[in-house]
């Protein structure tokens, strides 16, 4: 299984990173906060939703930090995967609240949330361990990417233990197509396009060309 580079080296590349990047540009995020502070719809309804939703309240708790994620086809070997499922969740809305109300108090929710899940997470795995990874790593990355890129409030300590986490918890099941013992048909239909989301999200945040080589091989010839 190829695995990333240690957090903090960049491989070099003929092409410069963009950041922010992987689902959101600067541009695309100034463009959402001026439609959603607008009355113009259907942003202006679709705001409200979002902000009314629970992963997006100023309030917001952690659900819940475990060592060990694991997501199964019988519930009764699943574990803490509806906490990890709502932190991701709640990390990159929180992020994008900020981003459109300029209120930090969202910062530094999606920051706690990012900080603590990168300090204890240390393995993510089960049958159904590539969606786990995939769908969710990819709201804590996106989040992990808005906050880290339009604002220098991210300590540079918290930067490189939640990029550790990344590579070494998140990445290696997102990128598993080699059948295992616990994984025995990965990379199909929509662990395939899931573990692909993260595989280059986190190319993107780490600066990582192998991690975008290896998922666009993986899509185009897998």
Same mark, same amino acid.
């Given at each position: 299984?190829?695995?990333?580079?240690?957090?903090?080296?960049?491989?070099?590349?003929?092409?410069?990173?963009?950041?922010?990047?992987?689902?959101?540009?600067?541009?695309?995020?100034?463009?959402?906060?001026?439609?959603?502070?607008?009355?113009?719809?259907?942003?202006?309804?679709?705001?409200?939703?979002?902000?009314?939703?629970?992963?997006?309240?100023?309030?917001?708790?952690?659900?819940?930090?475990?060592?060990?994620?694991?997501?199964?086809?019988?519930?009764?070997?699943?574990?803490?995967?509806?906490?990890? !499922?709502?932190?991701?969740?709640?990390?990159?809305? +929180? $992020?994008?609240? /900020? %981003?459109?109300?300029?209120?930090? #108090?969202?910062?530094?929710?999606?920051?706690?949330?990012?900080?603590?899940?990168?300090?204890?997470?240390?393995?993510?795995?089960?049958?159904?361990?590539?969606?786990?990874?995939?769908?969710?790593?990819?709201?804590?990355?996106?989040?992990?990417?808005?906050?880290?890129?339009?604002?220098?409030?991210?300590?540079?300590?918290?930067?490189?233990?939640?990029?550790?986490?990344?590579?070494?918890?998140?990445?290696?099941? !997102?990128?598993?197509?080699?059948?295992?013992?616990? +994984? $025995?048909?990965? /990379? %199909?239909?929509?662990?395939?396009? #899931?573990?692909?989301?993260?595989?280059?999200?986190?190319?993107?945040?780490?600066?990582?060309?192998?991690?975008?080589?290896?998922?666009?091989?993986?899509?185009?010839?897998?």
């Amino acid at each position: 299984m190829r695995l990333l580079a240690a957090a903090g080296t960049v491989l070099l590349t003929a092409h410069a990173w963009v950041h922010p990047g992987i689902t959101n540009s600067k541009d695309d995020l100034e463009r959402l906060a001026t439609l959603a502070k607008s009355d113009a719809e259907p942003w202006k309804s679709a705001y409200e939703a979002f902000a009314a939703d629970e992963h997006s309240a100023k309030g917001y708790e952690l659900k819940g930090l475990c060592p060990y994620v694991a997501r199964t086809k019988e519930s009764a070997t699943t574990v803490c995967m509806t906490d990890f !499922a709502h932190d991701a969740g709640a990390a990159l809305q +929180q $992020s994008l609240m /900020w %981003i459109i109300t300029d209120d930090e #108090a969202y910062l530094d929710n999606s920051l706690e949330i990012l900080n603590e899940w990168g300090k204890t997470l240390k393995k993510v795995n089960g049958s159904d361990a590539q969606l786990a990874a995939g769908l969710s790593g990819s709201n804590f990355v996106n989040a992990a990417e808005i906050v880290r890129h339009m604002s220098d409030k991210w300590a540079e300590d918290d930067i490189e233990t939640f990029s550790n986490m990344l590579s070494t918890a998140i990445y290696p099941p !997102a990128e598993q197509h080699i059948p295992s013992e616990e +994984q $025995s048909v990965p /990379w %199909i239909a929509n662990w395939g396009t #899931a573990g692909a989301k993260l595989v280059l999200a986190a190319g993107v945040f780490l600066e990582n060309q192998t991690a975008i080589d290896t998922a666009k091989e993986l899509m185009l010839h897998s």
